[in-house]
């Protein structure tokens, strides 16, 4: 029977469906296809033969936990090769393929290229944590190529995201109109994390045209985000939220200054995690390609941010002034909608 090996650990039965799951799974450094056998040498050695037959160079390494067992290592490695060279198998110690052995309770049987051979680990897997075993955070999604990056990356870690994302529509549905490619960015996504995701839909249109009224473009950004994470902190109490997530990275753009940043952050007590802090335009756009965000990314999208900003915003903006800006305008309740994505 096959198997596909989670780890060294675990064995799930093999199907091409749990294989190509296997790559969307954070938490397993790497897998492979393998065997789990009795272990009697006669089937251990019938086993190794069947499995090498579209092999060619071939090491053999044998390891043994079970120190009950009647063969030692030595011993029973010594026995493959001579069965394996008796029908026909190249063997070479410097093979491209291991024929690895692992002998416990049963014999375990896998084929590893080489090259992803050390310390007895598939090293193909996606790493990171487990979902779920982080805290929960509350991950600002806009419709660009970054913030999916940044969600991907906190998932990696283990965490719970609740997503959060301003438009400025009427009837926003991720499922229909222009809410379908924050629907489709999600649904990407999804196939990294195994449980439903929430998403609260904010339109902040009615924030944004105060904005447009009261304030000169050059402060209009960084107004946006801080209205952004004052108005979301209902959400992330709601939800137990620990921190927020952006797809923020220093210098990418004018609101991105290292001042900008500080004077966003200061509207919130919430911790602001931002993975992509360091990354290059570059290196963020490759990890979309990777992920599978980034056909979705580039298509146009009239977010509410993209609207009525300046050529050349401040980039060094005065947190005394934003804040008498921030009063001028005072509180305002925009509409909310909650969407459960599975
Ligand atoms: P992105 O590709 O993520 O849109 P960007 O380079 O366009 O990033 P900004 O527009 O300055 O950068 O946005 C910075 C961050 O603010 C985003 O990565 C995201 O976390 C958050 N953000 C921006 N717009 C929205 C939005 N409409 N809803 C929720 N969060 C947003
Ligand atoms: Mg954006």
């Known amino acids: 029977m096959n198997a596909v090996a989670q780890r060294d650990g675990i064995f799930l039965p093999y199907s091409d469906e749990n294989w190509e799951k296997m790559n969307y799974i954070f938490g397993i450094e790497g897998f492979g296809k ?6 009697a040498v006669e089937t251990i050695l019938k086993t190794c033969v069947g499995i090498c037959k579209d092999e060619k160079d071939i090491q053999v390494v044998v390891r043994r936990s079970n120190k009950q067992y009647k063969l030692t290592s030595p011993e029973l490695q010594n026995k493959i090769v001579a069965e394996l060279i008796k029908n026909n198998f190249d063997i070479d110690k410097k093979g491209k393929t291991k024929l690895v052995v692992k002998i416990g309770k ?4 896998y084929l590893i290229p080489t090259t992803e051979y050390l310390g007895e680990q598939f090293l193909n897997g996606l790493g990171g944590m487990p979902a779920s075993s ?9 419709g660009g190529i970054d913030s999916p990056v940044a969600a991907w990356q906190i998932i990696k870690r283990g965490c719970k995201p609740v997503f959060i994302h301003y438009h400025s529509v009427n009837d926003f549905d991720p499922e229909k109109g222009v809410g379908e490619k924050i629907g489709n960015i999600l649904k990407q996504l999804k196939k990294y994390y195994p449980f439903p995701f929430k998403l609260y839909a904010i339109n902040f249109h009615p924030i944004t045209r105060e904005i447009v009224q009261n304030v000169e473009p050059k402060n ?10 004052s ?3 209902e959400i992330m109490k709601k939800e137990g939220c620990e921190a927020y997530v952006s797809g923020e990275s220093l210098g990418q753009v004018a609101s991105q200054t290292l001042t900008n940043l500080s004077v966003i952050s200061e509207v919130t007590n919430y911790e602001i995690l931002r993975p992509l802090i360091s990354m290059d335009k570059k290196e963020i756009t490759a990890l979309a390609r990777q992920i599978g965000t980034f056909e979705e990314s580039i298509k146009e999208y ?16 005065d947190l005394e002034e934003i804040k008498k800006l921030e009063k001028k305008i005072g509180k305002i309740k925009p509409e909310i909608r909650e969407f459960l994505i599975e």
């Open 302 to 317: 009239d977010d509410t941010c993209s609207k009525f900003l300046p050529k050349h915003p401040n980039i060094h903006s």
């Open 106 to 109: 049963k014999a375990r049987i």
């Open 220 to 229: 209009r950004l960084v107004l946006y985000r801080r209205f952004m994470y």
């Open 134 to 142: 982080g805290g929960r955070v509350g991950v600002m999604l806009s």
């Open 231 to 233: 108005v979301s902190e």
């Open 34 to 39: 393998g065997l789990e056998v009795e272990t």
